[in-house]
């Protein structure tokens, strides 16, 4: 079975399940358009999720970066005189 005849497949069965719980009075609110828009919220929530991990990482990253760009700095003017020593001895 392709992905189209599932698709139409399973909507067609939550049209039904709707369909039989509306009639025995449970919910009206069983149907393919509140469950596409249930998915879609769930979706962007997955991708604001997604965009918020990027963002702490992006964070760590830069100052990961910055820390190490201050050591290295700091261990070559700590280095630069015995290097200086080694060229003139």
């Known amino acids: ?3 189209q005849k599932l698709q139409d497949l399973a ?3 939550v049209d039904t399940l709707g369909y039989q719980l509306d009639r025995f009075g449970i919910t009206s609110k069983v149907n ?3 469950l596409a828009a249930y998915l879609m919220h769930g979706q962007k929530q997955l991708e604001g999720e997604w965009d918020s991990l990027q963002v702490r990482f992006d964070l760590q990253k ?3 970066e910055r820390l190490s760009e201050t050591v ?3 261990a070559n003017r700590l ?3 015995l290097k200086r020593n080694k060229q003139q001895g």
């Open 1 to 3: 079975m392709n992905r």
């Open 11 to 13: 909507l067609q069965g």
């Open 32 to 34: 393919r358009h509140n």
């Open 62 to 64: 830069a100052r990961f």
């Open 72 to 74: 290295e700095q700091r």
């Open 79 to 81: 280095l630069r005189p």
